[in-house]
């Protein structure tokens, strides 16, 4: 399996909040729904490519239990494709509780679970927020590839994708193609660590 991480950021590299404004308010974060100006057919059509047929989902806790309770309320197709994939959770904390239906606990090395999991046949496991999630995994080289919106939009506060790290991590720019609003959908593959 593939790990393909799936996410909105601004030009400054924010991830926090980009649906809606109660998304993740943590540290007072006032801007929530940023990306929502900027929806284009062609970002769902990208993000259905990566997905493909036969894909599992990756998440840390948090975007796991912000995105299932909400979709679970809202309701739609959306619910659905996220209850009945196997969703993978990575949690510090072995007390978590996974209320929705196909979850699994990922706990204690976290890398290395995936990295097992790296290693079964089969889909994608694709990661869609997560920030924390996405750091832990990059020095292990455990991110196979990366489709970042990039919008047109700098926040200035927020918590971004990528944090303070020990290494640098050189990406491979595999391809880049512009909406019609004017989002960059970038494709990036992890080469070397510098």
């Avoid at 799936?6 to 991830?15: Q, T």
């Avoid at 801007?31 to 062609?42: S, V």
């Avoid at 978590?96 to 290693?119: I, Y």
């Avoid at 944090?163 to 593959?189: D, F, N, S, W």
Wanted: charged letters at 15%; one cysteine or more.
């Amino acid at each position: 399996m593939r790990v393909l991480v799936v996410n909105h950021i601004s030009l400054d590299g924010v991830l926090q909040g980009p649906g809606r404004s109660d998304e993740d308010t943590r540290d007072g974060f006032l801007h929530g729904g940023w990306a929502e100006p900027d929806n284009d057919p062609a970002m769902g059509a990208a993000m259905g490519e990566r997905m493909g047929q036969d894909f599992a989902w990756l998440f840390g806790r948090r975007s796991y239990d912000d995105m299932l309770t909400h979709w679970n309320e809202v309701g739609g197709p959306f619910k659905d494709g996220l209850n009945q994939r196997i969703k993978y959770v990575a949690s510090s904390s072995p007390e978590t509780q996974l209320p929705w239906p196909n979850s699994t606990l990922l706990g204690g090395d976290v890398p290395a679970q995936v990295a097992a999991l790296r290693e079964q046949p089969g889909g994608n496991l694709v990661i869609m927020g997560s920030g924390q999630l996405i750091r832990s995994l990059l020095p292990h080289g455990l991110v196979d590839e990366l489709l970042l919106m990039i919008h047109p939009i700098v926040i200035g506060s927020g918590h971004g994708l990528f944090g303070p790290q020990e290494k640098a991590h050189r990406m491979q720019l595999i391809a880049c193609t512009p909406t019609a609003t004017g989002v960059l959908m970038a494709t990036y593959q992890p080469t070397t660590m510098a």
